[in-house]
């Protein structure tokens, strides 16, 4: 038995798991815990206070062998600094304060793309079946605060994970609806560009309502509206009271404001548009997933069927796209799960 220390580092919440890894390769979580990341120096007494506190529950020595820290930022050279945290982390320092032999530091989204090789049946919704080849290339898509991207490799024992900021590529209309929505972007912010995540993430969802209601696409409810101009009278402040994405969605699921329907129905079809950009870009024959924290929760729109037909709505590579298998990810653990199987193969 090995014992391996999984981590999801972000600005507002630290996610610890201690990992048991048997004998046949099985992993087994022991105990989790979640920690408000500003409350603390650093990710070391975190750990200190993890540790201690698991070895009191589990009523044994906890002392792992390796750890993996899943961190929202960048990584180079094993090093980060958290974009919302005063916290410079280095593997080194963690390995030596910690006594811990092996530390490694990855990028949030990479441990995504190591997670989904690590999901049940039970995590998954297939969208697609298509005809799934495990030596071809593995793709990862999942829009949430931002749009993640990466892709996977097979090797001898398992996988390669390779980051990718393909989140941040130019936004491509494909309607005269989405150029008149390109043309607001563009003028709203006053630049020159916009990238795709400005429209497929949770800011996505709320810029997309902003610009069919300004355009007087359908009458704003007053409960949406209200919750709306909440989220604007707070822009620039650092505590939000509302979460207008998860609003504008949930009106969308119980089909009781046009708007909020169309936002969404945009939304999505931006989406499966982008997620088959990605396809064509590497054929991920080994399966497409569609992570993220906003698929999961929005399924029956997707599933009504505008995702996969913006997907596969490719002209001459329609009938390779067919053959992609696309996975929806259901498991809001998958960056967890990610940095165990990282841990695991130090």
């Not at 630290?14 to 048997?22: M, P, Y």
């Not at 990855?106 to 997670?115: H, K, L, M, T």
């Not at 393909?166 to 630049?191: Q, T, V």
Request: charged fraction near 20%; include cysteine.
């Amino acid at each position: 038995m090995a014992l391996l220390l999984a981590g999801d580092i972000g600005g507002t919440k630290t996610i610890l798991r201690l990992v048991e890894r048997t004998a046949d390769g099985a992993m087994n979580a022991l105990y989790e815990f979640r920690y408000p990341s500003g409350e603390f120096p650093d990710l070391v007494p975190i750990v200190q206070q993890f540790l201690t506190e698991a070895a009191t529950k589990l009523d044994l020595a906890v002392e792992p062998e390796k750890a993996c820290f899943a961190i929202a930022g960048p990584v180079v050279n094993n090093s980060a600094k958290l974009t919302n945290l005063p916290w410079l982390l280095d593997a080194k320092r963690l390995e030596e304060e910690l006594g811990i032999s092996r530390v490694s530091l990855i990028n949030d989204f990479v441990a995504v793309g190591y997670g989904v090789c690590g999901l049940e049946a039970t995590d998954i919704h297939t969208l697609q079946v298509g005809k799934p080849s495990q030596h071809d290339p593995i793709a990862v898509i999942g829009a949430g605060t931002g749009l993640g991207h990466c892709f996977a490799i097979p090797e001898a024992n398992g996988i390669r994970v390779f980051s990718s900021e393909g989140g941040h590529g130019d936004f491509a209309p494909r309607s005269e609806l989405e150029f008149e929505l390109l043309k607001y972007l563009l003028a709203k912010h006053n630049i020159q560009r916009i990238s795709i995540e400005r429209v497929v993430s949770g800011q996505g969802i709320v810029s997309i309502y902003q610009f069919l209601r300004d355009r007087k696409f359908a009458p704003e409810s007053a409960e949406v509206g209200e919750a709306i101009a909440q989220w604007e009278s707070e822009i620039g402040k650092t505590e939000k009271t509302v979460d207008p994405g998860a609003i504008i969605a949930a009106a969308a699921l119980q089909k009781c404001d046009r708007l909020s329907e169309q936002t969404m129905q945009m939304f999505v079809e931006a989406y499966g548009a982008v997620a088959g950009n990605m396809a064509v870009s590497l054929l991920p024959y080994g399966g497409l997933y569609v992570a993220g924290g906003i698929a999961a929760k929005i399924l029956p729109l997707i599933l009504e069927g505008s995702f996969m037909r913006a997907f596969t709505h490719k002209g001459r590579m329609d009938s390779l796209l067919e053959m992609i298998p696309v996975r929806l990810v259901l498991n809001g653990n998958v960056g967890l799960i990610g940095a165990a199987v990282c841990a695991a193969g130090l």
